[in-house]
């Protein structure tokens, strides 16, 4: 049986492709960065009741001597990864004169370093096997710029290049690399907003109302699926319409 490991899902938008990718039949590697992320949630037994296998793999995916570990104890366990799902982020909003150097730093090596720590370590394992998805989670803010995310929004346009790289770089053995950019989400992340922020989000978008996590893990189904066998270097909006 196929393998998905999924970065950061414990819970929010990473838990639902956790769970959607169950239901599709795949085994799942979850992972986040401490084990009390998973405290008091049920991602695990989610999963389980699908029939499929599921782990859970702690580590900082920012940290490569980590991640390389990880990849290896997950191959042991599973034998093989399939599908990467790049989701893990993190937000340190402020306007750029005000944003210090540790929140840019923190930042770009969390949502950024870790895209390359991944794709480097799975996309050799799927090399060798000649067959596998990477999806990463880019943003809006990625594609648009977003006051106050001058760390985010460089962190997900430089997923935006990575993601070709990877598609250009690993295309002749069978791998794909796409990214979703998610406009407005009711995860966590977007409920630290203001409500004024959460206000003049919504009077952006077409279908003027939040997206739900399950909207962003159909999609990575589809990436993942073999109805996307020849879709690769892609940016697909899941944003109810906004900015067009
Ligand atoms: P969230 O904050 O609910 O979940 C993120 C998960 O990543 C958490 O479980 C967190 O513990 C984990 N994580 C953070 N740092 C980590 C690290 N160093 N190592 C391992 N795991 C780590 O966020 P949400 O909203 O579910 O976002 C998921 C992805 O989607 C992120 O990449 C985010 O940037 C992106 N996104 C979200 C949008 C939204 O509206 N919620 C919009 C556009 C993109």
């Known amino acids: 049986m196929a393998t998905a490991l999924i970065t950061g899902s414990a819970r929010g938008i990473g838990a639902a492709i956790a769970l959607r990718l169950a239901k599709d039949g795949y085994n799942i590697a979850l992972n986040d960065i401490s084990e009390d992320m998973f405290e008091g949630n049920d991602i695990m037994d989610k999963i389980k009741a699908e029939g499929v296998e599921c782990e859970k793999f702690i580590c900082d995916v920012s940290d490569y001597a980590q991640v390389e570990q990880t990849v290896k104890a997950i191959k042991e366990r599973f034998g093989s990864i399939e599908v990467l799902v790049n989701n893990a982020g993190i937000t340190r909003d402020g306007l750029m004169a005000r944003m210090s150097e540790e929140q840019y730093d923190m930042v770009v090596a969390v949502n950024q370093k870790s895209v390359f720590n991944m794709c480097k370590f799975v996309g050799s394992m799927m090399m060798r096997q000649r067959c596998g998805r990477i999806i990463n989670l880019s943003s809006v803010a990625g594609v648009y710029g977003n006051p106050g995310q001058m760390n985010y929004s460089a962190t ?65 189904s589809f990436l993942a699926s073999p109805d996307a066998s020849y879709v690769t270097g892609q940016v697909i909006e899941i944003s109810g319409g906004l900015m067009m």
Do not use: H, W
Request: with cysteine.
């Open 156 to 220: 997900k346009a430089a997923i935006i290049g990575m993601t070709k790289t990877v598609a250009k770089e690993l295309g002749s053995r069978g791998i794909t690399c796409n990214a979703v950019a998610p406009g407005f989400i009711k995860t966590p992340m977007t409920d630290k907003l203001t409500d004024a922020q959460k206000e003049a989000m919504i009077n952006q978008v077409a279908m003027k109302r939040y997206g739900e996590v399950e909207e962003i893990a159909g999609v990575v």
